[in-house]
């Protein structure tokens, strides 16, 4: 892993505004001036329960929030990063089979003939464990792991350098969760890929991560090195998630 930098985030503070007869104010804060760095080919994980603010956080990430409500400075230093979602059943059109979906950002990007990308799709779908075959279904036709890959799938279609991957796992069996940690890590490495890998599952983020941020209320209250925060945790909010996940 070299010291690239490939995101920059200096604190970031999401507040929602609410709408009122008077115009807009200013509204509850969800996340509270978080700074934190991905470089290249790193996993980094961000970890707590839910509501404490973390897809907030990877939305404003990827400027999917409305600029009023983000303050602090995102600097990407790669292109069209893009987002893996914890439910392919919502994120992926049901009406449209794996192909076409997978093909469209290639047809908006206008750069490739047709050839160029059916054969581009068919590579992907191999990446990620697929077959051709699979680019004729719709995601209804396919398992939950399988929808799951088609969704990584389409996260890397215009091969970003940047993913975050918002609990990409957590909607699946265990047995299936270990084989879509293991895609990630060998396309990290096929792809000099970073992530930002968000999980309310510290032992998740500990098979995956080589750095993690513990979030509680809209604030990271931890980070450091995986082992380091798993092994020696210093707040009494990272203990108790330790706890939780050990069975103590």
Known sequence: MNSERVLEVEHLTVRYSDATVFGRRPG???VHDVSFTVDQGQIVGLVGESGCGKSTLSKAVL???PARDVSGTITHYTKRPQMVFQDPASSLNPAR????????????????????RRRRVVDMLE???????????RPRELSGGQRQRVSIALALIQRP?????DEPVSALDVTIQA?????LWDLRR????SYLFISHDLNVVYSICDKVMV????????????DEVYDHPRHEYTKKLLRAVKGQ
């Open 161 to 165: 350098r940047f993913i975050i991957a």
């Open 63 to 65: 400027g999917m929030l």
């Open 215 to 226: 979030m509680q209320d809209g604030r990271i209250i931890e980070s450091g090195p995986v």
């Open 28 to 30: 509850r804060e969800t």
């Open 127 to 137: 990446r990620v464990g697929l077959e051709e075959e699979h680019a004729r279904r």
């Open 179 to 183: 084989q879509v940690l293991d895609l």
């Open 190 to 193: 096929e792809l000099d890929l």
């Open 97 to 116: 089979t794996v192909g076409w979906i997978l093909e469209e950002p290639l047809r908006i990007f206008g750069k490739y003939d047709a050839a160029e």
